[in-house]
């Protein structure tokens, strides 16, 4: 049973810094490749962040690049998104997932959680 949990969303003036965590079972963090999508309000999921399931190699969306961090963490079974300099777009549920090989083929969704960020 692959289950996903994301945590840390929340509301944030632009420019804070926010960390959101993906709780992920053993067999979901071992096997798969991990990322985050988001859905803003009116508009179709997105891919943000992704990381391979090795941990070697990590991809992200270009309206992300250079402010958010995605990594395991292998003592905690998590897969954690920095976000540094949010900006007022960034708002959107955020959504964790445990894909195959692209990141078209998400076999599993986590709940989501919510990132408000005011202006």
């Known amino acids: 049973q692959v289950q996903l949990v994301e945590s840390g969303g929340g509301l944030v003036q632009a420019g804070d810094s926010l960390r959101l965590s993906c709780a992920a079972s053993?067999?979901?963090?071992?096997?798969?490749?991990m990322g985050w999508f988001r859905q803003a309000p009116g508009k179709e999921r997105e891919f943000v962040a992704g990381i391979s399931a090795t941990g070697g190699s990590t991809s992200y969306a270009d309206s992300v690049k250079g402010r958010f961090t995605i990594a395991r963490d292998y003592a905690k079974n998590t897969i954690d998104l920095q976000m540094n300099s949010l900006k007022p777009e960034d708002t959107a549920d955020y959504y964790c997932?445990?894909?195959?090989?692209?990141?078209?083929?998400?076999?599993?969704w986590g709940q989501g959680t919510q990132v408000t960020v005011s202006s």
């Open positions: 053993r067999r979901a963090f071992s096997w798969y490749n």
């Open positions: 997932a445990a894909a195959g090989s692209t990141w078209s083929d998400v076999r599993y």
